[in-house]
Nanobody
């Protein structure tokens, strides 16, 4: 089994930046593609960003493209989400997830990615005040 633990959430103001981290343990980290998802109260969990096994490809939801950057450090078994220009609508619990996968993601894959991830962290709360 794979365990994931998110950290770095907090309360920030409109326009601020924040970096989320996800520490992964249990199995070979480099075998897994990684993703970030978020869920606001009363809303469905939504895809935010993803990265392939070796970090060669990254993917973003249109709502965060240009503001958020996903990265990974396989030597540290960690994945990160650098968030800039935060807006109140970014307020949500952010989840890290892992998928045992070697193929790149298509647009269709990304549209249903939350159903395909094999392991999930418990989330970290990001609150952006207006």
């Amino acid at each position: 089994q794979v365990q994931l633990v998110e950290s770095g959430g907090g309360l920030v103001q409109d326009g601020d930046s924040l970096r989320l981290s996800c520490a992964v343990s249990g199995r070979t980290f480099s075998n897994y593609a990684m993703g970030w998802f978020r869920q606001a109260p009363g809303k469905e969990r939504e895809f935010v960003a993803a990265i392939t096994r070796n970090g060669g490809s990254t993917y973003y939801a249109a709502s965060v493209k240009g503001r958020f950057t996903i990265s990974r450090d396989n030597a540290k078994n960690s994945v990160y989400l650098q968030m800039s220009g935060l807006k109140p609508e970014d307020t949500a619990v952010y989840y890290c997830a892992a998928e045992y996968r070697s193929l790149p993601y298509s647009d269709y894959d990304l549209s249903r990615l939350k159903y395909d991830m094999n392991y999930w962290g418990l989330g970290t709360l990001v609150t952006v005040s207006a």
